[in-house]
T-cell receptor, first 115, second 115 residues
Framework: AQSVAQPEDQVNVAEGNPLTVKCTYSVSGNPYLFWYVQYPNRGLQFLLKYITGDNLVKGSYGFEAEFNKSQTSFHLKKPSALVSDSALYFCAVRDRMDSSYKLIFGSGTRLLVRP | EPEVTQTPSHQVTQMGQEVILRCVPISNHLYFYWYRQILGQKVEFLVSFYNNEISEKSEIFDDQFSVERPDGSNFTLKIRSTKLEDSAMYFC?????????????FGPGTRLTVL
């Protein structure tokens, strides 16, 4: 069965410092991986995705994520955090061998960037 | 930038009542989805819809639930007789294609409270 784990409920970082939000996945085949962000009173906004090719994927708002097949991880990163990055971040996976339409989500990680 | 919209933002209802949650997907998208998130839990897939029929549904999507695209723009989720455990945030999403690498775009959600 497919699953996604986000081991940290909350990540705290000072503005200007690098941030990492962790995600590991489990699929039977090869994954498509996604990161979404949720700001208060807003929907889940797509940030970036990994399909194939370069393991480092760049997305919106300066975020990037690194796919690591051996560690089954897809950690979200940003070199320099902004206070406005404070939000709830969700990792999601789809198995490319699975005909299902559904995204499998992690439990979410709250990022708090302090000034 | 086109967005998925949902109404109402918050719905309060009595147990046993019918509710209809409304969504307007992105206009050129062909695939539509409903997900829900019970407070403190993961975002869970409910149903996908294409070409005026359900293409996939989860175990959660029982006979109490139905979906409809009554016109060219709206996509609705109906719960016939609400239960306390239906209280959740309901997210509508849409995608251009059905391939596993197509990102799904989410609305801001409707918070359903069943009393």
């Amino acid at each position: 069965a497919q699953s996604v784990a986000q081991p940290e409920d909350q990540v705290n970082v000072a503005e200007g410092n690098p941030l990492t939000v962790k995600c590991t996945y489990s699929v039977s085949g090869n994954p498509y991986l996604f990161w979404y962000v949720q700001y208060p009173n807003r929907g889940l906004q797509f940030l970036l995705k990994y399909i194939t090719g370069d393991n480092l994927v760049k997305g919106s708002y300066g975020f990037e994520a690194e796919f690591n097949k051996s560690q089954t991880s897809f950690h979200l990163k940003k070199p320099s955090a902004l206070v406005s990055d404070s939000a709830l971040y969700f990792c999601a996976v789809r198995d490319r061998m699975d005909s299902s339409y559904k995204l499998i989500f992690g439990s979410g990680t709250r990022l708090l960037v302090r000034p | 930038e086109p967005e998925v919209t949902q109404t109402p933002s918050h719905q309060v209802t009595q147990m046993g009542q019918e509710v209809i949650l409304r969504c307007v997907p992105i206009s050129n998208h062909l695939y539509f989805y409903w997900y829900r998130q019970i407070l403190g839990q993961k975002v869970e897939f409910l149903v996908s819809f294409y070409n005026n029929e359900i293409s996939e549904k989860s175990e959660i999507f029982d006979d109490q639930f139905s979906v409809e695209r009554p016109d060219g723009s709206n996509f609705t989720l109906k719960i016939r007789s609400t239960k306390l455990e239906d209280s959740a945030m309901y997210f509508c999403a849409s995608s251009l294609g059905r391939r596993a690498y197509n990102e799904q775009f989410f609305g801001p959600g409707t918070r359903l409270t069943v009393l």
